[in-house]
């Protein structure tokens, strides 16, 4: 006899609000202990538990044996003395942003927020402070939405680790890493699946974040598939409904959640076409592989993060974008100078980006981009040789053009300057459009633009002064 309780996903069903089809561009923050090794990436936490991968060679060397030093050690040395919630909040601001949070929690079982579901917080340990409680306070005060990112079902079998003496076995220090569990348990379908009590806690995290803080936006990183299902469900469901959250979206990864039941997230990914539906791509202003502070950090340039925002946002997508914190809370120069950057092209440009939709063709122009994203294989090659292969963005030239459309507008988003200062631009012929341009406007640009409408190409003349580096954006109206 199957006694198995039927779960009604359709309780749960929640299409994207407007809020979010607007916003665009996100910000958050991996930051956490993984941040005071600052080696490599922000799996340190795992990797140092594993014999012979290059964080556990780099750990014994500098810190001792993992008998002796292990995750936990890291908590008094994670001070946070330099951080300020009113200051990340206004270098969202200065990005342009619309929505952002510090990563909730990682995998590492330390919990940024006052909990009283889990006592490995940052009040009780490391900072000492209610970070998330902090960021969403300065966060909601400059009208930006709140985000609350989850990834502690990596946790189960997180720490398990090929030494046996490291601390992580001792069950004085369960509180910290969790019962011991069969190594397997680590991989990203392991045979053994969280038991009851790892479920409800999981839970009951999120819950705990939902009624303290009550986030805007939901997100949660892959392998959410191995919670139980109802436990999933029954998060979705206090969440949208006992909570009230109707005008909030969750974001998931792969197949994670039903398809219906919020946003798809695809890591560091990218569509060739626009898709039907909203979409997020979650990507790193690191330069480096990794999602947190490194020694030695480099960050993409400016022109690489606008390109792909143009490219994401014509293709009905989201770009959410990562930058992590020195572990005593302040941010790296460059990673400031690069958003900043970043904000002062939407200063001028932003009307081709937030609050648009898709217009009839997405792309223009010989660069080709491919789909791609940080997909279930790459993880598990990530899971054995402890590093993240990288997925690089395209190189764009004048001839490409991004799409976007208001009901008054239609932009045109030329990705280069060229020489000639003359676009020719098919998408908009009188063949593709059956309609008459009546102007061209460049934003951030005095005046209409010379422009011919041809059977085959719309033709401009740009002005002798760029408004902006980077990207440019047309106003055509018809």
């Known amino acids: 006899m199957n006694d198995k309780t039927t779960i009604h996903w359709d309780k749960v069903h929640q299409s994207s609000p407007e809020w979010f089809r607007d916003a665009k561009f996100g910000l958050f923050f991996h930051w956490g202990p993984y941040s005071v090794p600052s080696f490599e990436n922000e799996w340190y936490s795992r990797n140092m538990y594993a014999k012979g991968l290059s964080q556990n060679q780099h750990h014994i060397s500098t810190y001792g044996s993992l008998h002796d030093f292990g995750y936990k050690d890291f908590y008094p040395l994670f001070t946070g003395e330099k951080f300020n919630a009113e200051e990340w909040a206004e270098l969202v601001c200065a990005s342009g942003a ?47 939405k709140y985000l609350a990112t989850f990834h502690h079902q990596w946790l189960w079998g997180w720490f398990m680790s090929t030494d046996n003496e490291a601390d992580v076995y001792d069950p004085a220090n369960e509180v910290y890493y969790g019962p011991a569990l069969p190594l397997e348990t680590n991989r990203y379908a392991p045979y053994r699946l969280p038991d009851e009590e790892f479920n409800r806690i999981w839970k009951e995290k999120v819950l705990e974040v939902i009624d303290k803080y009550d986030p805007d936006a939901v997100y949660f990183d892959s392998r959410t598939n191995i919670i139980g299902e109802q436990f999933r469900f029954d998060m979705a469901d206090y969440y949208y409904n006992t909570a009230g959250k109707r005008n909030g979206i969750i974001t998931y990864k792969q197949e994670d959640f039903p398809a219906d039941i919020g946003v798809l997230d695809i890591e560091c990914g990218r569509f060739s076409e626009a898709k039907p539906y909203v979409w997020q791509t979650d990507d790193r202003l690191e330069d480096n592989i990794t999602w947190c502070m490194v020694q030695n950090p480099k960050y993409k340039p400016a022109v690489k993060i606008i390109h792909q925002l143009c490219d994401v946002v014509a293709k009905n997508g989201n ?75 395209t190189d764009f030239t004048s001839q490409d053009f991004r799409f976007t459309r208001t009901e008054n507008a239609v932009y045109a988003i030329a990705l280069g300057w060229p020489t ?59």
Not at 367 to 382: A, F, L, M, P
Not at 423 to 452: C, M, P, Q, W, Y
Not at 459 to 468: F, N, R, S
Request: charged fraction near 25%; hydrophobic fraction near 35%.
């Open 98 to 144: 619309k929505y952002a949070g510090p990563v909730t929690e990682h995998a590492d079982n330390f919990s940024m927020w006052d909990s009283k579901v889990n006592s490995v917080n940052s009040v009780n340990y490391g900072p000492k402070k209610d970070i998330v409680g902090e960021c969403e306070k300065a966060f909601r005060k400059r009208g930006l």
């Open 319 to 393: 770009l959410l974008l990562n930058v992590g914190p020195n572990a005593d809370g302040s941010f790296h120069e460059d990673a400031k100078r690069i958003l900043h950057e970043i904000g002062d092209w939407l200063k001028i440009n932003g009307e081709a980006i937030f609050a648009t939709r898709p217009y009839e063709v997405a792309a223009e122009g010989p660069t080709s981009v491919k789909d791609d994203n940080y997909d279930i294989n790459r993880i598990k090659n990530q899971l054995v040789e402890g590093l993240a292969s990288d997925i690089r963005n």
């Open 420 to 478: 000639d200062q003359k676009l020719h631009i098919r998408t908009l012929s009188t063949k593709n459009t059956n309609s008459a341009v009546t102007s061209v406007s460049l934003l951030g640009a005095a005046g209409e633009l010379d422009f011919v409408q041809k059977e085959n190409e719309l033709e401009i003349t740009l002005p002798a002064v760029k408004p902006c580096d980077h990207a440019y954006s047309l106003k055509v109206v018809f």
